[in-house]
């Protein structure tokens, strides 16, 4: 699906604005956003403070209304008034021809049914006039690297770092976690707070700040996904801009997903989608506030690259070791020196010092002068080393300040330093690594994960997309598990041989032109669970045993008060192979998504499931049928034959462009056979959407 998304420049660097509801009432909304303005920030524009009750506020000419302002429309309205009034002053500010609304006003969908039609009519005032609608329910914008703050935040004046990090939250609270983060010499260079999302959400200003050649990581702390298709599109200029999306998502628990739900008001899609989406479309998830900033901080100085040898790098033993363990737990890959680089080492490190990988040069680093810089110029310059992970176990004083003026010193070359600073956060060395934007992690299993991250995006590629062939057109009436099936073999997903039979003989007519053995199915709207309820029999062998079970199954079904009509003869499909589950559902917050899994009872059992947007091509079906935990019982195992990896990739392509059109609300095809000589679907539900019905 295409996008149009909006010109936010005049929102982001405006050169009018007008403050609705302005005030010189100590700390109140008007006043604090008036002076973040005309006082906290370097805006050269025009302020136009709005309060009939004023002719002068903080020494600004004050006017009655927006009709009233000597220009007519201005590029922002800042709206600083309280709920019941909020309708009447977009309408004002969209008369005159503003640009876009910043509503600092909450009370609204958070609140219940009431607050959601208010918002609903904000939409409506943003589609009939063009004025985009920021909020409601937000702290403001802050265009920390052109310091311009739309915000009535009191502690705005402090936001004075500026930086290559663009930050896209809905809530205040954890974003301004984010930006005190510049106590860290960690700036953020653009903060987007969307609050309740009325008219403009998250994806707008990540495609924004896609094109913003002042950002080149894109930092997002989601608490939902309103319009998920929307966010990927965004997700994907960012990628084709290469520009990393680090994002973390709230509600990974159903208390997170019923406190976002009462916070901002909008569905909340699975974690477990949400995560494969990310993944999908290269966007770096993390877990807490503290992975989210120091991650964040490390892509913007590591840029996005293939990279791969870490090199452990300590003066501690102990420490080494506990470093090289957490990179093999985080499934990372210690590098293997160059014999140079090992004779190097040993010409200057003394002979008890370990240099091979880890890295370990002893308390000799506290005797031996420049020691341990030449050491780590050759650690850094080895052909296999991409990384080094400088754990500092603890501070002490005057040796680990001079380490941490070798790694500055030596920084900026090919090969990322990432230090990790334990304990004795007053140390001159740590304020020093900050200083210099080569800000350390504070603990190892921290900075593991997020060089896993680093690593895994760098050898992170798009999807490809699949050819342009239409998907095949659902079939009139109803939809049982023959019609299905019929409708799958068009669209060119494997299904057994049938067909349906009305009565005990023409099932074993048909049974004799199938061969044998065969499975009989009973065709009764609405039974959608057949075998709990005595609708199916498989083996079955000759003719009569199909009159047999025809009989069988008509009393069992009986008495349930069900009449069986209908039923499926298929032939029996006996090849060997791994059952595994392919589907299509809607979720609320991404549209509709693929599944696949491994079927039968494992999909209860384990839940071993993972998920796309849709359409996928075949390079992305690969990747999807590598993602599950279980993928290696797909492959060669203990003299068994792997699946049909190939043609699994085509059912599950042939699938994902059955979720396109819009016709189909649920498609599970349970189990999917997959062995080493092809796939087949061995059962299929479809249901259409209300309005295909």
């Not at 005030?23 to 006082?39: F, T």
């Not at 176990?393 to 380490?403: E, F, K, Q, S, V």
């Not at 991250?453 to 009436?477: C, T, V």
Request: glycine share 10%; with cysteine; hydrophobic share 45%.
């Amino acid at each position: 699906m295409a996008y149009d998304f909006p010109d936010l420049n005049r929102l982001i660097a405006p050169q009018s604005v007008a403050v609705i509801g302005a005030s010189d009432r100590a700390h109140s909304v008007g006043c604090e956003a008036l002076i973040n303005l005309s006082q906290h920030s370097d805006f050269t524009g025009e302020i136009y403070p709005v309060n009939p009750k004023r002719d002068t506020i903080m020494g600004l000419k004050a006017y009655p209304n927006m009709a009233s302002l000597p220009d007519g429309g201005v590029d922002v309205a800042m709206v600083c008034v309280p709920a019941d009034r909020v309708l009447g002053a977009l309408r004002d500010a969209a008369d005159v021809g503003t640009r876009f609304a910043v509503v600092f006003t909450s009370g609204f969908a958070e609140t219940g049914e009431e607050g959601k039609l208010i918002e609903a009519e904000m939409q409506v005032i943003a589609r009939a006039t063009g004025m985009r609608i920021y909020g409601p329910n937000v702290p403001g914008l802050s265009n920390i690297n052109r310091r311009i703050g739309l915000t009535f935040s009191p502690v705005f004046k402090d936001d004075k770092m500026g930086g290559k990090i663009g930050l896209v939250t809905q809530g205040g609270g954890l974003g301004r976690s984010f930006i005190q983060a510049s106590e860290r010499n960690i700036g953020i260079g653009l903060w987007a707070s969307t609050g309740n999302e009325a008219d403009l959400q998250l994806g707008d200003f990540i495609h924004h700040m896609a094109h913003d050649p002042d950002i080149s990581v894109i930092a997002v702390l989601a608490e939902s996904l309103r319009d998920g298709p929307r966010f990927l599109t965004a997700a994907q200029a960012a990628a084709k801009a290469g520009k990393p999306i680090i994002a973390m998502k709230v509600g990974q628990s159903e208390y997170g997903v019923k406190a976002t739900q009462s916070h901002t008001a909008a569905m909340a899609g699975s974690a477990a989608v949400t995560s494969a989406l990310f993944r999908q479309h290269g966007i770096v998830e993390v877990n807490d506030i503290d992975e989210l900033i120091d991650t964040a901080a490390l892509f913007a100085r590591a840029g996005i690259r293939k990279r791969k040898g870490i090199c452990v790098y300590s003066f501690s033993g102990g420490t080494g070791a506990l470093a090289a363990d957490m990179v093999g737990s985080a499934g990372l890959t210690l590098a293997e020196f160059a014999p140079e680089t090992v004779a190097a080492l040993k010409n200057i490190a003394p002979s008890y010092a370990a240099v091979d990988n880890p890295v370990d040069l002893t308390t000799a680093v506290f005797t031996i002068k420049d020691m341990n810089r030449n050491c780590l110029e050759l650690a850094a310059k080895d052909p296999d080393t991409d990384i080094v992970l400088l754990p500092t176990p603890a501070n002490y004083g005057g040796i680990t300040d001079l380490a941490a003026a070798d790694v500055i010193a030596l920084a900026g070359g090919d090969t990322l330093f990432v230090p990790v600073w334990m304990a004795g956060y007053d140390a001159k060395g740590y304020t020093a690594l900050n200083e210099a934007g080569i800000n350390p992690f504070h603990s190892l299993g921290k900075a593991a994960k997020a060089m896993k991250r680093l690593i895994w995006r760098g050898n992170w590629q798009a999807g490809d997309a699949p050819d342009a062939h239409p998907a095949s057109a659902l079939p009139e009436g109803a939809l049982d598990e023959a019609a299905a099936k019929t409708f799958l073999a068009k669209a060119g997903i494997p299904t057994p041989r049938g067909d349906v039979a009305t009565g005990a003989s023409e099932a074993a007519t048909l049974a004799n032109s199938l061969g044998y053995p065969v499975v009989l199915k009973a065709l009764v709207p609405g039974l959608l669970h057949k075998t709990e309820a005595g609708g199916v029999a498989i083996g079955l062998a000759d003719a009569a045993a199909v009159r047999a079970a025809w009989g069988a199954m008509e009393a069992t079904l009986a008495a349930q008060d069900i009449t069986l009509k209908r039923g499926l003869v298929e032939q029996m499909v006996t090849q060997s192979g791994t059952e595994c589950v392919i589907g299509l559902h809607d979720d609320p917050a991404f549209g509709m998504v693929l599944s696949f899994g491994l079927g039968g009872i494992f999909v209860e059992a384990i839940g071993d499931v993972t998920y796309r947007s849709v359409p996928i091509g075949p390079a992305e079906a690969a990747r999807m049928i590598d993602d599950i935990r279980g993928h290696a019982l797909l492959g060669p195992l203990r003299g068994r034959k792997g699946v049909d990896k190939a043609a699994l990739a085509d059912v599950l392509v042939a699938v994902s462009k059955l979720g396109v059109p819009g016709r189909i609300a649920e498609l599970d095809l349970n189990p999917v056979l997959a062995g080493p000589d092809g796939v087949i679907a061995l059962d299929a539900l479809i249901v259409r959407t209300e309005n295909d019905k």
